[in-house]
């Protein structure tokens, strides 16, 4: 069992030093996680370290691919809220 | 090496100055005890005085956060932007010690280094102290700063006063939880990522906490605020009250930055940041007895230089790998220019006692010559030096039949170059004097036709005659002419006036 990184993430260092398997390592493009070293924190914390301090919705997958943090959950911006900004930006 | 390339990050956003404080002018400092105003002197950020003369940088060293303000936004990437939490380049300790030593040793004026993100320094204790450690030893004459959001500082206050600190800055934005859950999503704390109010309620209690410490142990404590209007515009009043109470030294209120092209919360929300009248008066009324910090300017988290410039691209890492540093001949090198720094503020000192008197002497009724605004272009040196069109940055004066006073500064073109980057079909020009709203004239070394004759018809009078002057006797000497021309009898000045704090 082990967690994912994906290109969202933006190198912000925060999940890195908290890794209690010392999984999470840095990389080009963006950081990763060693999927041999990976415990999901089991045994040692509640929730996953790197999932809980991640600022970057969708940056880290569990097992099953799914987001950790899935959209709106940390910023508190709804998805269609954030597309319609962002597409409004897109066309100036 | 991580590549922050224009990401801002976390609490710092609003903040990169922590490190250096912005402070009131010498004059302004005049209450404070001998001991803090030795702290201050030479400190660009704290003294307004002093950043003529004196530099700072601040290294980034520091990329992870412990809690996410609304204001922050770490993953959009504007390549216009030039604002707090905004780093191009990450350092190790080892480098950001190298490229101290490397600054300091070019730029005679650098009395302060500071940490202040991109993330929060204390979230990053081994890469912040590391840092602290060599600099202490290797760079005595430097003094150290941190900025931080406090979730972490009451764990870490003995480890910071190890070091060559005088002062610490801690952004506190409200001092209620209901308030705090509008303006913190979620904080890190104890192993989880705890949401809302609760986890505002942990960050305003360590804050506090750490601010009690800090202050019993002796250490200037700076609070930095960012004004968020409908969010904690009102509330500001009483968090300067506490703040004051608990022994904090200045207080630096600051306004929202938010675009929704940073993508932060508040930028895609809609949420506004507060006009330039709406910032002074919120000051006005938080100053109380004490000098709100006025000539902030909320840096970027790796800025060199005096503070209004930005010397970072001389000083890239891979250009600081190259140099030769001979630190101890630096050393006696800027103890040097330190010294002569002080012979000069003493005689602008005097001079400008002068001026105080020459005015105070047009024996005015103080109703008849209402205060008035004024900006003023430079380049530093505290002379009107810069040519309208170049200017960047006014620095803002009110003259008064009493005195002259230094209100803060007004930027034209820090948060997004708007009308060609983002669309916003603003001219420059225009900004600019939406940016002087409020003021009646604007001094600088020179102006073109153009922008002269759209000043006038938006109520600003240009003015070029005081070039290369010293800008406070100017500023008197200009509203003296106001007053002697009658120009201020009008009964209404174009908004409600702030009154003197
Ligand atoms: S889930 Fe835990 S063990 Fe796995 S990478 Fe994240 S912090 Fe490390
Ligand atoms: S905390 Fe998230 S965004 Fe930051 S480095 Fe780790 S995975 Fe990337
Ligand atoms: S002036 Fe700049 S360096 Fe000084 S406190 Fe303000 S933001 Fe920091």
Redesign the pocket.
Known sequence: MAYQIIESCVNCWACQPLCPTEAIYQATPHFLIDAKRCSECEGEYADPQCASICPIEGAILDSLGEALNPPGSLTGIEPARLEAVMAQMRAR | MAQLSGTSVSDSTQ????????GGSQDQLAHLPEHIRQKVHNH???SEEA?HHFA?M?VAVAPACNIQCHYCNRKYDCANESR?GVVSELLTPDQAVKKVLAVAATIPQMTVL?I?GPGDPLANPERTFETFRQLTERAPDIKLCV?TNGLALPEQIDELCRHNIDHV?ITINCVDPDIGAEIYPWIFWNNRRIKGRKGAAILIEQQQRGLELLTERGVLV?V?SVMIPGVNDTHLEEVSRVVKAKGAFLH?V?PLIAEAEHGTFYGVMGQRGPTHIELQALQDRCAGDMTM?R?????RAD?VGM?GEDRGDEFSMDKVERMEIDYAEAMVQRADYQRTVEANRTAQAERRGETLISLASLKRPVKESRPVLMAVATSGGGVINQHFGHAREFLIYEASAIDVRFIGHRKVDLYCSGDVSCGEGESVLQQTIRALEGCEAVLCSKIGFEPWEQLERAGIQPNGEYAMEPIEEAVAALYAEMVASGALNRAEAPQPMRISA
Do not use: D, F, I, V
């Open positions: 903040e990169g100055c922590s490190a250096s404080g912005c660009p950020c704290y950043h700072r601040h707090p500071g202040a900025s800055t700076k930095n630096n600051m910090m000539h902030c300017r909320q840096c800025a503070l």
